[in-house]
């Protein structure tokens, strides 16, 4: 149990175009689901935590406008990259926490993003 | 602000070596501790969660432990095998951060040779 997946692997995209990302957990409800961003050597830093029905809540020097953060349901999640550019290449990674279990986080599989 | 440290950043074993990494971190209000495999260009898989009232956690020949008041854990993988090569994670998670904010270190990649 406790599943996340994430879709699509891997995207190329044109600087200016946005792209967007889903996260969803397969076999249990989310109430929270968070999003991390990893640059090459390093390590995950998380962009925002985001709780099914709410605004998600940013943590500094992330772009709230530039980075769409939306969790309609309690098993999906969606992170919109808009107007993206060559320095947002990176590795997305969401997690999700159970109900019952909150500060256990389980992960996906992560998000190749690379814009040209 | 919490850091949390990997030592060493890269680590290198021939086959059926027992291992040791280790993990330090700078503000001792955790909640719990992870430690996660990470394949190249693949998400994290979670191996051993500690809570903070715990010393240990053991999973196969993996073993954790956690001295909180000193901010350190170790990882110990006994008899490495090839399979093992990957780079590990350690991550925190504090009491009043943001909603579970797990803070991670940077990772040790280690290479298991056959």
């Known amino acids: 149990g406790a599943v996340v997946s994430q879709h699509p692997s891997r995207v190329i995209c044109k600087s200016g175009t946005s792209v967007k990302i889903e996260c969803r957990s397969l076999?249990?409800?989310?109430?929270?689901m968070f999003w991390y961003r990893q640059f090459p050597k390093q390590s995950l830093m998380l962009m925002a935590t985001?709780?099914?029905?709410?605004?998600?809540?940013?943590e500094q020097g992330v772009e709230k406008d530039k980075f769409l953060i939306n969790h309609a349901s309690l098993t999906l999640s969606t992170l919109t990259v808009t107007s993206a550019h060559p320095e947002d290449s990176s590795f997305y990674i969401c997690?999700?926490?159970?109900?019952?279990?909150?500060?256990?986080?389980?992960f996906g599989p992560g998000t190749r993003l690379t814009v040209l | 602000k919490q850091e949390v440290t990997q030592i060493p950043a890269a680590l290198s074993v021939p086959e059926g070596e027992n291992l040791v990494l280790n993990c330090s971190f700078t503000?001792?209000?955790?909640?719990?501790l992870q430690w996660f495999r990470q394949d190249p260009g693949k998400g994290l898989t979670s191996l051993l969660l500690?809570?903070?009232?715990?010393r240990e956690q053991t999973s196969g020949r993996l073993n954790a432990s956690l001295d909180k008041s000193s901010g350190r854990s170790t990882l110990y993988i006994a008899a490495s095998q090839p399979g093992d090569s990957a780079t590990y994670l350690c991550?925190?998670?504090?009491?009043?951060?943001?909603?579970?904010?797990?803070?991670f270190g940077k990772g040790t990649k280690l290479s298991v040779k056959p």
């Open positions: 991550a925190v998670s504090n009491y009043g951060g943001s909603q579970g904010n797990l803070i």
């Open positions: 503000d001792s209000a955790i909640y719990n």
């Open positions: 500690i809570q903070s009232s715990q």
């Open positions: 997690s999700a926490s159970r109900v019952r279990s909150f500060y256990e986080q389980f």
């Open positions: 076999d249990f409800q989310a109430t929270t």
């Open positions: 985001s709780n099914e029905g709410s605004k998600a809540t940013y």
